[in-house]
């Protein structure tokens, strides 16, 4: 392999990541809150990330690594494919079924996932999505969604 080679995954990914929180960046800059709850607005913390991930991707770009190691295990890439198809399918069921329900699914997904045990993976994640939901719209005074489908239980 010659010198040029090794840097060429660290430059592509750098690339390929940089158009993509370009896309993040634009696509949450659209965000509008339906009320005037907070200064900042929805798009402001997206946005930040996606910023983050800009300047991340031009470091990766311009410091590629010397020697890359790409797995060569096939249930490692497996794995990775599902844990992006988790995330896919988290932000199409957080709306319909709200943060605590959508978030505690994704965390035991990714905690099987994983290989963490099923109950301590179950009960941490109902705990963690329930205290992110408390300290967001209690704390934080952001709002999350409760679900579409949770309403009419809920009384909402």
């Given at each position: 392999m010659?010198?040029?080679?090794?840097?060429?995954?660290?430059?592509?990914a750098?690339?390929?990541?940089?158009?993509?929180?370009?896309?993040?960046?634009?696509?949450?800059?659209?965000?509008?809150?339906?009320?005037?709850?907070?200064?900042?607005?929805?798009a402001?913390?997206?946005?930040?990330?996606?910023?983050?991930?800009?300047?991340?991707?031009?470091?990766?770009?311009?410091?590629?690594?010397?020697?890359?190691?790409?797995?060569?295990?096939?249930?490692?890439?497996?794995?990775?494919?599902?844990?992006?198809?988790?995330?896919?399918?988290?932000?199409?069921?957080?709306?319909?079924?709200?943060?605590?329900?959508?978030?505690s699914?994704?965390?035991?997904?990714?905690?099987?996932?994983?290989?963490?045990p099923?109950?301590?993976?179950?009960?941490?994640?109902?705990v963690?999505?329930?205290?992110?939901?408390?300290?967001?719209?209690?704390?934080?005074?952001?709002?999350?969604?409760?679900?579409?489908?949770?309403?009419?239980?809920?009384?909402?």
């Open positions: 010659n010198l040029n080679s090794k840097f060429l995954t660290d430059r592509i750098g690339i390929v990541l940089f158009i993509f929180a370009g896309w993040y960046v634009w696509y949450a800059s659209q965000f509008e809150s339906p009320i005037v709850a907070d200064s900042l607005g929805p402001t913390f997206p946005v930040i990330l996606g910023i983050l991930m800009m300047v991340l991707s031009v470091v990766i770009f311009l410091q590629p690594d010397e020697n890359p190691d790409w797995p060569t295990n096939t249930m490692v890439w497996v794995k990775m494919a599902a844990v992006i198809l988790s995330f896919v399918i988290y932000s199409q069921i957080i709306k319909p079924l709200g943060f605590v329900v959508a978030t699914f994704e965390m035991y997904a990714l905690g099987l996932l994983f290989d963490a099923k109950v301590k993976s179950l009960i941490t994640s109902i963690f999505s329930t205290f992110l939901f408390w300290l967001f719209s209690s704390v934080l005074k952001l709002g999350l969604p409760t679900g579409t489908l949770l309403e009419p239980l809920l009384g909402g």
